[in-house]
C-alpha cells in the first residue's frame, strides 16, 4: 500500500504564499502522472493542478496564474507553489496518482491550509 505524506500547510494571511509538499513513494514515479486536490470545509474534494510525467501541468480555473504544480524525480515529490491565497484556498490539501483522470491511490492525511487575517 502507497502511503503518501503531504506537509507544507499551515496559516498565512491573504496575499501571502506557502509551498506544500507530498512524498509519494510510488513505483516508477517518474513515468506517473500525480496531482493535487483540496477540501474545502464542509465541502467535496476536488482537483486543483496536475502534472504528467513529461512536466505538463494544468490547473483549475480558480487557481490558475496563482498555483504551480512541479516534481522532482530523484526525491519521489511533487510540490504546489501557492501565491496570492486567497480565503478560499483553505482547504485540506491532498495528493495522489492519477491514471485516467481518477486518483488510485488511499488518500494521505493532507496538510492543512487556512488563509485568514
Excluded: H
Excluded at 23 to 43: C, E, I, L, N, T
Excluded at 84 to 113: F, H, M
Amino acid at each position: 500500500q502507497v502511503r503518501l505524506v503531504e506537509s507544507g500547510g499551515g496559516l498565512v494571511q491573504p496575499g501571502g504564499s506557502l509551498r506544500l509538499s507530498c512524498a509519494a513513494p510510488v513505483s516508477f514515479f517518474s513515468s506517473a502522472s500525480m496531482a493535487w486536490y483540496r477540501q474545502p470545509p464542509g465541502k467535496e474534494r476536488e482537483l486543483v493542478a496536475t502534472i504528467l510525467p513529461n512536466g505538463f501541468s494544468t490547473y483549475d480555473e480558480s487557481v490558475k496564474g496563482r498555483f504551480t504544480i512541479s516534481r522532482d524525480n530523484a526525491k519521489n515529490t511533487i510540490y504546489l507553489q501557492m501565491n496570492s491565497l486567497k480565503p478560499e484556498d483553505t482547504a485540506d490539501y491532498y495528493c495522489n496518482r492519477v491514471l485516467d483522470g481518477r486518483p488510485i491511490y488511499s488518500w494521505g492525511q493532507g496538510t492543512q491550509v487556512t488563509v485568514s487575517s
